[in-house]
């Protein structure tokens, strides 16, 4: 568990400094003073990629601070996120929202002390569990914010293509073709929009024994309902039997068209974090290695933009329209 600090200290690091120029300014903290209470103390918790995320202490309660980070304003409506995490907490799937601050999106949920983290190889063992939370997740009305596979695609494309040297990445027209051939296929058949998280990374998992929740739904939209599974299958570099078993945990009725569907997703899905990673190599000041995350992305999402599967998976989709 990382250190506590006291607000007032003397620090170099952007991220406190950020912290603690909300703490002075947050009123139900602060009793009208302009300083944070003196019960007041924060350490950093396991920070994900878009945001500066604390743990804050007031008194005996404790509360999860999620600060954006630079560079996760162009895909991020921090209202369509409002509504994301609020919907989360009502149907039991995330922990609750005490406040959103309007406009910065700075969120601050209830703090679960004795929830955390799961290994991807544990997770990967509760996939049917997996399943119905992203399931149940699908079943709310749409966010009203349109945010597809393609959507994310060409918005990160564009961003790309303004601050990264692309002559330098290896294949990266080839690439973009691939990418819009399998756009033309899956749009002749159509995509079937739900209420989408679009960023289940597996750190954004949290159990407590049998129980699972979901946190930072900042990047939640309209997709196509297979998005979220697919993404997922991605991030725990599933097998076949798993990637199965998984879909039909979402879906009993799913053929091998769907399976199909599933793997082309995913595999966009790749491409896609591929791009991110991109621009947050030149965009994000939070203190990761971009550059190195970007690179093994992107060599991913070339292998297997360049595999046998991906171009079998795309001729059935082409020949089976539903």
Not at 57 to 77: E, R, Y
Not at 115 to 120: A, L, P, R, S, T
Not at 195 to 222: H, Q, R, S
Request: aromatic share 10%; net charge positive.
């Amino acid at each position: 568990m990382s250190a506590w600090f006291v607000p007032g200290e003397r620090c170099a690091d952007l991220h406190r400094q950020a912290l603690e120029a909300f703490l002075k300014s947050y009123p139900p903290w602060t009793g009208g003073s302009g300083k944070p209470r003196p019960s007041i103390r924060y350490r950093p918790l396991t920070n994900g990629v878009s945001n500066a995320t604390w743990c804050v202490a007031v008194g005996p309660k404790a509360f999860v601070v999620k600060i954006p980070g630079s560079g996760s304003g162009p895909f991020i409506d921090r209202a369509v996120a409002a509504r994301a995490s609020r919907r989360a907490a009502r149907l039991g799937l995330a922990p609750a929202v005490v406040d959103v601050i309007s406009p910065s999106g700075i969120e601050i949920t209830a703090y679960r002390a004795d929830w955390g983290h799961i290994e991807k190889p544990a997770l990967a063992l509760r996939l049917g569990q997996v399943a119905r939370v992203l399931r149940a997740l699908h079943k709310g009305p749409l966010w009203g914010h349109r945010a597809t596979i393609f959507d994310l695609i060409d918005a990160r494309l564009r961003i790309v293509r303004e601050v990264y040297q692309t002559g330098g990445l290896r294949d990266f027209s080839a690439l973009e073709e691939a990418y819009h051939r399998a756009r033309r296929v899956m749009m002749r058949r159509g995509l079937s929009l739900a209420a989408c998280w679009n960023d289940p990374m597996t750190t954004n998992f949290l159990v407590k024994g049998p129980a699972m929740c979901i946190v930072d739904l900042e990047y939640a939209g309209n997709n196509d309902r297979w998005y979220d599974l697919a993404v997922f299958l991605g991030e725990i570099n599933a097998r076949p039997a798993q990637e199965r078993a998984a879909i039909l945990a979402y879906d009993p009725l799913a053929d091998e068209d769907t399976l199909a569907w599933v793997r082309v997703l995913r595999t966009l899905a790749d491409y896609k974090l591929a791009l991110w990673t991109l621009c947050q190599a030149r965009l994000s000041t939070l203190p990761l290695d971009f550059d190195r995350y970007a690179r093994w992305k992107y060599a991913r999402a070339r292998a297997r933009l360049a595999g046998r599967a991906w171009r079998e998976d795309l001729a059935l989709l082409a020949d089976n329209k539903r």
